[in-house]
């Protein structure tokens, strides 16, 4: 599938701010199954500085600096992307996922080192004895990692309800299993809070996805979202992502855009700014089917 993302940040300032500096990670990814054909940056104002680097986890990072005072900001990034299926996948196919975990304890090669540091606690994903309570539920012993991961996925979306209202982007997990309430963000952190506590890495990873208006019904446009899921490391397999909030492994309506161990990591848009006082954001995001590239 060929898709065209366009996603629109916009800031609105009571005060005039002067000088403000932000980081976007609005760049889809490239990989396995992923291109990313183009992405262009559009700032208002102008910056006076754009500049791009990758972070520590190979995410496309642009840095903007604008120095004219302003107040409202638009951050426009509009992609091309193509993603391509992936191959079906059997469960059963997976080791044992304690195999994984102890393997992946001592594995000294490049790949098993870069996923093991997504084993640990970190700034937005801890966890405490009542959620590996939880999480032991599906982690079964002798039961392959995917067919583990699998479960735990399709209890997240079963026991816990959609609900924009409950969280912030802050909310800690144990809050967010206490109420049992959430969005796509608390459902990826919760999920990788549990495959972490069984010792196993998970990676967080922001994104697109593609979506269908109700029958009968217009599509509207702007009226996507960003959306979230996460990532489980199958020695040999790669990673593989799975989606709580769909209850489904990830794949072709499924835009790549950055991966980190937690949404503090690839929050698309940070920065500071000088003045500005109070303010209001806006986003708008819109995912569409795009024309085939010609061979």
Known sequence: MNYRVTHTTTYHYEDVVSVCHNELRLTPRSG????ARRT??????????LASHLDVFGNVVSFVAVQEPHRKLVVTAKSDVEVTARPPLDPDDAPPWEQVRDRIRTDRTAEGLSAYQFVFPSPQVTWGEELVDWARVSFRAGRSLLDATLDLVHRVHADFAYDPH???????VAEVFAARRGVCQDFAHLAIACVRAMGLPARYVSGYILTTPPEGQERLVGADASHAWLGVYIPGGGWIDVDPTNDCIAGEQHVTLAWGRDYGDVAPLRGVVLGGGAHTMQVSVDVVPAPERAA
């Open 166 to 172: 409950a969280t912030t982007v802050s909310t800690p």
């Open 40 to 49: 262009q940056l559009l700032v208002d104002p102008a910056p006076a500085v």
């Open 32 to 35: 396995r199954s992923q291109t």
